[in-house]
């Protein structure tokens, strides 16, 4: 069994980014500069916009960071987006999900411009997305396909079971592992929570991608021997062991599964860095001018 270290390729992608960065200062062009905003004080939601800034300080990105009370108007935040819009400095704008129920996350998807939704959330890019026309690609879903075409997987023919049909993770998912790329051109189960034999699709899969939310649920019984498991969930369960008085799991049940995979990514430091590093990405393709990459 192998881990796939999204620590480490995520620090090598960038690594490869800040050299591209320190180029483009080098030849006087604009340094990419990613906004993001936070609405309200959800702890999880605050850590992922923390680490986000964090990594384009580390590689030579500009960050600026929007924050609102949860009281803030809808009309109000959707101001802000326009600006964002109109601002040549902003190259990639990233509104943190989710956002308080009286404010209307399609709405606000729908406003920021496509050139500059490096969350890749945008109808826009979704539709270009499936049609296989260069888009940006939700974070989590690229993050992953990068992590596969690092360690070299062939996933060619492969059978994969993704669990979770959701907008951000699970369908997107479903639509790259199934394209004819490299990674991708696998057969795709796509399993949801009216999905009846979930067990008997796991036990099939060489590939299972869980993005369900639920800690712990793909247990070892429900993975076949030498399986590729990519496990997205992040989930926080109370443990007054720890200082911040939780710990992290996945939506896989680490323990039990990791003895009979080829490859699994651990939970924290698998797919969670990935996301950073794809989010990076295509803020430095926005920032080049490039719609979007390429896969
Ligand atoms: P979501 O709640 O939007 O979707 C969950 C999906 O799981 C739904 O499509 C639902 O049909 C399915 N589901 C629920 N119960 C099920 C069951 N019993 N059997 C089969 N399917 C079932 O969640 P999401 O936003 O896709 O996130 C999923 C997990 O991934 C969460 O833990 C989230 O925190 C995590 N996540 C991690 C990252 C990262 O960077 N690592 C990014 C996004 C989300």
Known sequence: MQILDGKLVSGAIKEQLALKVAELKAQGKKTPHLAA????????????????????????YNSTLLR?????????LLDHINMLNENPDIDGILVQLPLPKHINE???INTIDPSKDVDGFHPMNVGKMVSGLPAFIPATP???????????????????????????????????????????????????????NLKELCLQADIVVAAIGRPEFV???MVKEGAIVIDVGINRLPDASKKSGFRLAGDVKFDEVAPRCSYITPVP??????TIAALLKNTYHAAIGQKGNQN
């Open 37 to 60: 905003i936070l609405v309200g004080n959800n702890g999880a939601s605050e850590t992922y916009v923390a680490s986000k800034v964090k990594s384009c300080a580390e590689i030579g």
């Open 68 to 76: 609102f009370e949860d009281t803030i108007s809808e009309k109000h």
């Open 106 to 108: 399609e709405l606000v």
């Open 142 to 196: 690229y993050g992953i396909m990068l992590m596969l075409e690092h360690y070299g997987i062939d996933t060619k023919g492969k059978h994969a079971v993704v669990i979770g049909r959701s907008h951000i993770v699970g369908t997107p998912v479903s639509i790259l592992l199934s394209r004819n790329t490299n990674p991708g051109n696998c057969t795709v189960t796509l399993c949801h929570s009216h999905t009846k």
């Open 219 to 221: 247990t070892g019984d």
């Open 269 to 274: 430091g698998g797919v969670g860095p990935m």
